[in-house]
Nanobody, 116 residues
Framework: VQLQASGGGLVQAGGSLRLSCAAS????????MGWFRQAPGKEREFVAS????????YYADSVKGRFTISRDNAKNTVFLQMNSLKPEDTAVYSC??????????WGQGTLVTVSS
């Protein structure tokens, strides 16, 4: 499975960005797709995830109410709509996929920079 993330960039605080992650290759219909981020000098952290079949979604407390994960099953693509961005959201965002919460496939990251 190959994952290609895109959509990062520079945005002012309070602004919005939409990240995309396209999956190709031998994708499994039951896989969970997720977003993670890693800020400079910090550990990678979970942001959001979506079960491919059930549509159940999960969010980190820090992004609840501001970020929304969604997907286009026909295109094997998952999105992360990020609203009300804060400087502390600045990080490299990566998408991942795998069974349940076992994220075994990772895409390259896309940089999101939020200026104050």
């Amino acid at each position: 499975v190959q994952l290609q993330a895109s959509g990062g960039g520079l945005v002012q605080a309070g602004g919005s960005l939409r990240l995309s992650c396209a999956a190709s290759g031998r994708t499994e219909s039951g896989y969970t797709m997720g977003w993670f981020r890693q800020a400079p000098g910090k550990e990678r952290e979970f942001v959001a995830s979506s079960r491919w079949t059930s549509g159940m979604t999960y969010y980190a407390d820090s992004v609840k109410g501001r970020f929304t994960i969604s997907r286009d099953n026909a295109k094997n693509t998952v999105f992360l709509q990020m609203n009300s961005l804060k400087p502390e959201d600045t990080a490299v965002y990566s998408c991942a996929a795998g069974p349940q919460t076992n994220f075994i496939y990772w895409g390259q990251g896309t940089l999101v920079t939020v200026s104050s």
